[in-house]
């Protein structure tokens, strides 16, 4: 069982910028992909960026340009930077790790609620 902790949210104006980090309970080296997704108000939790054990990235089209994921295995943590924030990108951020070991495990963080003010 992998335990996930997000941090590094809060309230930052439009254009400013943000660092989450999403720290795992034991070694991220076997996660296949790790992730972070959001969850506005009344919406459904959606994928932001994902980063794969290779290093591979993907990024929500919304996203893209301004947010960049990272992991780092030797500390067992995952980053999101996040630049040029915007208004739009106000939500609960959550971090995800996936493995393959006989099925698909999936863990999830609490979230951390990042705001962005006008």
């Known amino acids: 069982q992998v335990q996930l902790a997000e941090s590094g949210g809060g309230l930052v104006q439009a254009g400013g910028s943000l660092r989450l980090s999403c720290a795992a309970s034991g070694s991220i080296l076997s996660m296949d992909v790790m992730g972070w997704y959001r969850q506005a108000p009344g919406e459904q939790r959606a994928l932001v960026a994902t980063?794969?054990?290779?290093?591979?990235?993907n990024y929500a089209d919304s996203v893209k340009g301004r947010f960049t994921i990272s992991r780092d295995n030797a500390k067992n943590t995952m980053y999101l930077q996040m630049n040029s924030l915007k208004p739009e990108d106000t939500a609960v951020y959550y971090c995800n790790a996936e493995y393959t070991l006989y099925w698909r495990r999936s863990f999830w963080g609490q979230g951390t609620q990042v705001t962005v003010s006008s």
């Open positions: 980063i794969t054990s290779g290093g591979s990235t």
